[in-house]
């Protein structure tokens, strides 16, 4: 016999409650891996050929000011998932594990009702970075769906995992077999029922500079305009190399633009949040560096574009600092999910929107040691406003830019008589944020660069408590 409900059960019942709940966005955050902000088109570099993007960006909301907070591959996937800084989240130096019980923008998601789905270049389980297998379970961070390797530059010849240990060869251009995966997974969201939040966190452009062939081709060299502070020398890239990371860069807008198109086609483009960044840029010979883990802009400033066109006014472009940190709690914000209160980072969706305009003035930027093959620069520590960045070691000022009058920071301020006031007011900034943020210098690396790469093979640091654990037991390898 049925029986009938009465109103306030009527009301209170799941179906009436889901019916009612407002509709949360679907997000899709796509992220090439070393990928700088001067090598795209919209960010003014007229070599390189990025149409899909140039258009997304005259779509979206453009964020000038991207940065990374600590502009090496596991710190920044760490701050980007977290929302916290690295001597916070203890991902500190690249192949360690993220502790299982940190707060994460999936683990947020999922628990608001989001299907997860992770896709590419993990690098945050620590170990061995082969054969790659994260297995299911807390080690994944909150991702339900997986299609992902811990760490392979092999663009062309890798493989991956999903709920097995048994791997899934890639035998082409690595950023379109993600991509196929990428289409698969927005193809099954369309009948989940549920929103859905995925991440493809792709290899290239990260060096091995090598694009497929028919990209190779639309760049020629000798054709290359070099940056100013560009430098040639051995061990340096040179234009063909530079050639080759164009060429990347070309064939991941290509694949950015089947996703975009496949948003279209499934009739979801309006209520997705769509956000293009990076987690680092390279400095391609400028200032006579390579690779990345320097306070330099082609180090720091990376892509930043963000598109939902049910919320945000495109076609703008907004110059507030917007850091690794804030990548979480501000697309928490834009879903309107709550923030885990363990967030060190800001939510600015209220700023993206044009709802507040306080925001911070300045960003805050951590390298903890020098890494093998990558500078002998010690650790350092780092300010920057949107006219002046500011880094120093522990024991001395390093530089201090105008990056208004001088762009290519080409002029270090640091030691001129006639900065000293600047030099002061950047140093209470960086003391501010070190102490706001709980940074200490104790976290210096004080081991010789030679011994740097052999640390996580022979004392296998492969996960953040074990590293921290052997500090503790050698003090005198960290700063007090």
Not at 12 to 28: E, T, W
Not at 76 to 97: K, P, S
Not at 136 to 160: D, I, K, L
Not at 441 to 452: H, S
Request: charged content about 25%.
């Amino acid at each position: 016999m049925s029986q009938s409900l009465t109103r306030r059960e009527f009301l209170a019942s799941p179906a009436v409650a889901a019916a009612a709940a407002p509709k949360r966005p679907n997000i899709l955050f796509f992220m090439p891996d070393q990928l700088r902000a001067h090598s795209v088109g919209f960010m003014g570099n007229e070599d390189v050929k990025t149409p899909t993007l140039d258009r997304f960006a005259r779509e979206s909301l453009i964020l000038k000011n991207t940065l990374a907070n600590t502009p090496v591959c596991c710190p920044a996937r760490a701050n980007i998932l977290t929302g916290r800084y690295a001597h916070t989240n203890g991902m500190v130096a690249n192949d360690l594990r993220l502790r299982e019980s940190e707060p994460g923008l999936a683990k947020a998601l999922a628990a608001a009702g989001y299907r997860t789905g992770f896709i590419g270049k993990w690098h945050l389980d620590g170990g061995p970075r082969l054969p790659g297998f994260v297995p299911p379970g807390p080690r994944r961070q909150g991702y339900e769906f997986w299609a992902a390797n811990q760490c392979s530059h092999a663009h062309f010849n890798t493989q991956y995992f999903r709920d097995t240990p048994d791997p899934i060869p890639i035998r082409k251009f690595e950023v379109e077999a993600w991509t196929d995966v990428g289409i698969e997974f927005l193809r099954e969201s369309k009948t989940d029922g549920r929103p859905f939040y995925l991440t493809i966190q792709i290899g290239p452009p990260h060096d091995p500079y090598k694009a497929p062939p028919e990209y190779s081709r639309l760049y020629d060299p000798a054709r290359l305009k070099m940056r100013k502070n560009w430098q040639s020398g051995a061990n340096l890239p040179g234009p063909a190399q530079i050639a080759e990371y164009y060429g990347m860069i070309t064939a991941i807008d290509d694949q950015f633009a089947r996703l975009l198109k496949t948003l279209d086609e499934l009739g979801m483009a309006e209520d997705t949040i769509v956000l293009f960044s990076s987690d680092h840029g390279d400095m391609l010979g400028s200032q006579g560096r390579r690779l990345k883990r320097k306070p330099w802009e082609e180090s720091i400033l990376v892509p930043g574009v963000i598109r939902y066109p049910r919320v945000l006014r495109g076609g703008r472009t907004l110059d507030c600092p917007f850091t690794h940190v804030d990548f979480a709690p501000t697309l928490l914000g834009l879903a309107g999910v709550p923030v885990p209160r363990q967030m060190q980072g800001i939510d600015l969706s209220g700023v993206f929107t044009g709802r507040e305009k306080k925001h911070p003035d300045s960003a805050f930027f951590q390298i903890f040691g020098p890494f093998q093959g990558d500078g002998t620069e010690d650790a350092w520590r780092g300010v920057r406003t949107n006219r002046y960045i500011y880094a120093r070691f522990e024991d001395h000022p390093w530089v201090l830019y105008d990056l208004e009058k001088d762009p290519y920071q080409l002029r270090n301020l640091a030691g001129e008589p006639s900065a000293k006031g600047l030099r002061e007011e950047m140093e209470r900034k960086l003391k501010e944020w070190m102490d706001r943020t709980g940074d200490a210098w104790r976290f210096n690396w004080k081991e010789p660069v030679e011994d740097k790469g052999r640390l996580y093979r022979d004392r296998a640091f492969y996960t953040v408590e074990e590293y921290l654990a052997w500090l503790r037991e050698n003090p005198d390898k960290a700063v007090k």
